[in-house]
């Protein structure tokens, strides 16, 4: 799977209606809201757009005919392998009247230019992990985390020591493991999230 490095856009006119596609990295709904309401054009025909997170998906006409805008986009979105992703397709009308066909490949199109435009990374599906430590091995065990490139999301204490969210790579999850259970002499417990999806790194 794919992610933009960045935001990114691209403007076009077809048939005298303006196009401008905006594209950004995103990581929650919330971010999805934020991004519209700085892009989107309350003086437009037109805010129409999709975003992907993870396995969830949504897309909007924002007043076009049902499916000729929003799934389009998404369509792009998803011919790219793209995650963690939000498109928004503005549209200025000009007059002419494009059709359902017509704003089918206007609005998938002028995404996909869009997208083209951004710079992609090639991501690593990770997966999200309760680890529970003792006291005496919070050290260690941070050192090992370290070594395997895992995110720390949530570090708490409780009376039995320190409980963290941990994200990492899903090809090494079962080696951190392994090595956290050697160095605490299975003190350590790591457990998969069961409301985690496999993510983006």
């Known amino acids: 799977m794919n992610i933009l490095a960045g935001p990114c856009t691209f403007e076009e006119v077809i048939r005298k209606s303006r196009f401008v596609a905006h594209a950004a990295p995103v990581s929650n709904e919330a971010e999805t809201l934020a991004f519209y309401e700085r892009v989107a054009d309350p003086g ?33 979105i998803e011919g790219r392998e793209l995650q963690q992703v939000m498109v928004v397709v503005t549209r200025w009308f000009g007059g002419i009247k494009l059709g359902i066909g017509g704003l089918v490949r ?16 090639t991501s690593v599906p990770r997966q999200d992990y309760e680890l529970r430590v003792d006291f005496a091995l919070v050290s260690v065990v941070h050192q090992l985390l370290d070594q395997f490139g895992a995110e720390k999301r949530d570090e708490q204490f409780d009376a039995d020591g320190l409980v963290m969210t941990i994200r990492v790579a899903s090809s090494d999850a079962r080696r951190l493991a392994e090595a956290l259970a050697d160095a605490s002499r299975g003190a350590a417990r790591m457990r998969l999230r069961t409301s985690a999806r496999p993510g983006p790194g």
């Open 44 to 76: 437009a025909n037109h805010n129409c757009w999709a975003w992907k997170l993870d396995h969830l998906y949504r897309s909007n006409d924002d007043g076009e005919p049902s499916g000729s805008a929003g799934r389009p986009i998404l369509a792009a």
């Open 106 to 121: 206007a609005y998938g199109g002028c995404a996909a230019k869009c997208l083209d435009r951004g710079e992609l990374i």
